[in-house]
Every structure is written in C-alpha cells, then in structure tokens.
C-alpha cells in the first residue's frame, strides 16, 4: 500500500510570497494532520482535519491555513512568508491501528523542505 | 499543558549492541499515549511502538521495547542488537485525552550506529 504522499519535496521562495503544500493521506485514513519541524527540533503541531472539518489547531498565526477536500487530500497554505517558516512540513495521516491497542495512530509522509529566502 | 523531555541530544552505540533513549513526560491527564518516532536523514518520520498509559505490560515490537514507569511518568526506547541502520533521530511523542489527538513531540536523540 503507498504511505503518505506530499508535494513538493522541495521549495524556495522569498519573503511576502505565498505558497501552497498539497498531502495526500493513505487509503482508507480520514485525518490529515500537519506539522512544523525546523532544523534540530522536534515537530510542531500545525492543524488537523477529519473528515473534511478542522479538528485541531496549533499555536501559528493566522497566516496559516488548511483544508482537506472530499477524497481526504489536503492543503497547506502559509501567506506573507517570513525567514522563520523556513522548515520540514510534515504531513500524517491517521487510523485506529491494531499496532496500537486500537488508538489513533499518525503515519507521516517525506515532508516538504521550504525553504524562504 | 503536555510536554516530553529528551535530554540526550546524542548517542554513539556500536553494532549488536543494545541502546536505551530516555524520555520524560509531563501531564495532568490520567489518558494518554505515548509514541516513538524514527527518522533517518530522508525526513520521513517512522512509527515504532506504542504505549498507553493504561498498559499494564511494556510494549514490544521487534527489536523495540518500551520502559514504561508510569509513576515516574518515562518512556524509555530500548533498542537491542542495535544495526547500522538503525542510525537516526528518535523522537518521543505524546497524544492527550481521546478529544485531543495532536501529537506533542520531544527535541529528539541522534543515534549514530558505529561498525
């Protein structure tokens, strides 16, 4: 079965643009959650969704946004980018897994390396 | 508030033998779960074992084991016959309550496998 897909793998842009980070989850998962990770430190929560309804959101400013579509997908979207956002955004997708005494479980994808110039 | 502590930024171990990764937690919330996380240079973070709070045995899986010791609130990863590559980071992740599914995660350990 395919894991978690995202694209691009990577990207440069320059402060004040705009870019969008698309995540594909695996089959059957209905939670996409988004995470920040910049360089030698752990992830940070972004947002999450379920069924197409945020579920989740973490502490980023207001220029970071998110949906999933109806075949579960979902978009990142960060607006005004700023030297700081420059990181891995890691996308997971999530199921109740055996491996887990039935709880909720992420699985995450390669991540997109942005990097902001 | 969740927090996971890892104070072990790096570790050196030498092939087949056995490695342990510390990590520390703090929460309020009689449920929760604790993770383990792998993740080689490529990025991708991998999942190795699961703990729940109310888990009465330690968790194994393969190679992984799991030194829970709830009334010190520690998850611990033992990493046995420890393979080349097994060189990665290790983070520490915690999940909340059933309402709350985001993961918190600790700074992580480098591990680094020597021949």
């Known amino acids: 079965d395919a894991g978690v897909t995202q694209s691009p793998t990577h990207l440069i842009k320059t402060r004040g643009q705009h870019v969008t980070l698309r995540c594909s989850p695996i089959s059957g998962h209905k939670s996409v959650s988004w995470y920040q990770q910049v360089l030698g430190q752990g992830p940070q929560f972004i947002f999450q969704?379920?069924?197409?309804?945020?579920?989740g959101r973490g502490n980023f400013p207001d220029r970071f946004s998110a949906r999933q579509f109806p075949n579960y997908s979902s978009e990142l979207n960060v607006n005004a980018l700023l030297l700081g956002d420059s990181a891995l955004y890691l996308c997971?997708?999530?199921?109740?897994?055996?491996?887990?005494?039935?709880?909720?479980?992420?699985?995450f994808g390669p991540g997109t390396r942005l990097l902001v110039l | 508030a969740q927090k996971i502590t890892q104070t072990q930024p790096g570790m050196f171990v030498q092939e087949k033998e056995a490695v342990t990764l510390d990590c520390t937690y703090d929460t309020s919330d009689p449920s929760y779960g604790l993770f383990w996380y792998k993740q080689p240079s490529s990025g991708e973070m991998i999942f190795l074992i699961y703990q729940g709070s109310y888990d009465q045995q330690n968790a194994t899986e393969g190679r992984y084991s799991l030194n829970f010791q709830k009334a010190r609130k520690s998850a611990n990863l033992v990493i046995s016959a420890s393979q080349l590559g097994d060189s990665a980071m290790y983070f520490c992740?915690?999940?909340?309550?059933?309402?709350?599914?985001?993961?918190?995660f600790g700074a992580g350990t480098t591990v680094t496998v020597r021949a």
């Open positions: 992740a915690m999940r909340g309550p059933s309402n709350d599914y985001k993961l918190s």
């Open positions: 997971a997708s999530s199921v109740r897994a055996v491996r887990s005494g039935g709880q909720e479980t992420q699985y």
């Open positions: 969704y379920y069924e197409k309804e945020e579920r």
